[in-house]
């Protein structure tokens, strides 16, 4: 059981390139979201997805697109990369509650992204 | 914005001391979960405790939410240089979708 893995651990971009950072579970949750995280900083939410097909947006996703074609997986692209997009990247999935709720968040290792 | 906001920012004790730490968030929420994260590393879940539940332990853990202040607080007892980290409480809110809100976090520093 590997639970919530992602690639890469690292990546240097240059300012307009695009990519796409990876992230999976096997623990069968409906729930997988994206996080960026700031020096100093809290996690913000970038986009999330409550099953196969099914995604949304969070506090910050500009510049960001998802797609959930699978349970197990949960990619996030940068399309057009900035400065501005330097943060650690961190992928998490969760199992549903009912009343529109969800249990502890399982997060992955992080990816370390700079653009120059 | 930031819903959840701890407090202190920064908390620098002894080994065997207990730490308390603080979290205002500012809407009705599910639940409140506590994160810590070591330096570098993927943060990990401590605590989840639910709307309707006043105080929660676990180990050497105890949470407690008091919803009418909008506030949780999170006290590590007998506190060991290896609770040396950053945590953060998480709000599930109960609208507005599932959407998680973190506050900055406090900075927790046990010197043995």
């Known amino acids: 059981n590997a639970g919530v893995t992602q690639t890469p651990k690292f990546q240097v971009l240059k300012t307009g390139q695009s990519m796409t950072l990876q992230c999976a579970q096997d623990m069968n949750h409906e729930y997988m979201s994206w996080y960026r995280q700031d020096p100093g900083m809290g996690l913000r939410l970038i986009h999330y997805s409550v099953g196969a097909g099914i995604t949304d947006q969070g506090e910050v996703p500009n510049g960001y697109n998802v797609s959930r074609s699978t349970t197990e997986d949960f990619p996030l692209r940068l399309l057009s990369a900035a400065p501005s997009q330097t943060s650690v990247y961190f992928c998490?999935?969760?199992?549903?509650?009912?009343?529109?709720?969800?249990?502890?968040?399982?997060f992955g290792p992080g990816t370390r992204l700079t653009v120059l | 914005s930031q819903q959840g906001e701890e407090d202190p920012q920064a908390l620098s004790i002894q080994e065997g001391e207990n730490a308390t730490m603080n979290c205002s968030y500012k809407?009705?929420?599910?639940?409140l979960q506590w994160y810590r994260q070591n330096s570098g590393r993927g943060l990990v879940h401590l605590i989840l405790?639910?709307?309707?539940?006043r105080e929660k332990h676990s180990g050497r853990l105890r949470v407690t939410l008091d919803t009418s202040k909008k506030s949780s607080s999170l006290l590590i007892t007998a506190s060991r240089a290896a609770d040396t980290a950053s945590y953060f409480c998480?709000?599930?809110?109960?609208?507005?979708?599932?959407?998680?809100?973190f506050g900055a976090g406090t900075r927790l520093f046990v010197k043995a």
């Open positions: 998490a999935s969760s199992s549903l509650l009912a009343g529109r709720s969800y249990n502890e968040q399982f």
């Open positions: 998480a709000t599930n809110r109960n609208t507005g979708g599932f959407k998680t809100i």
């Open positions: 405790i639910r709307s309707n539940e």
């Open positions: 809407t009705s929420i599910n639940n």
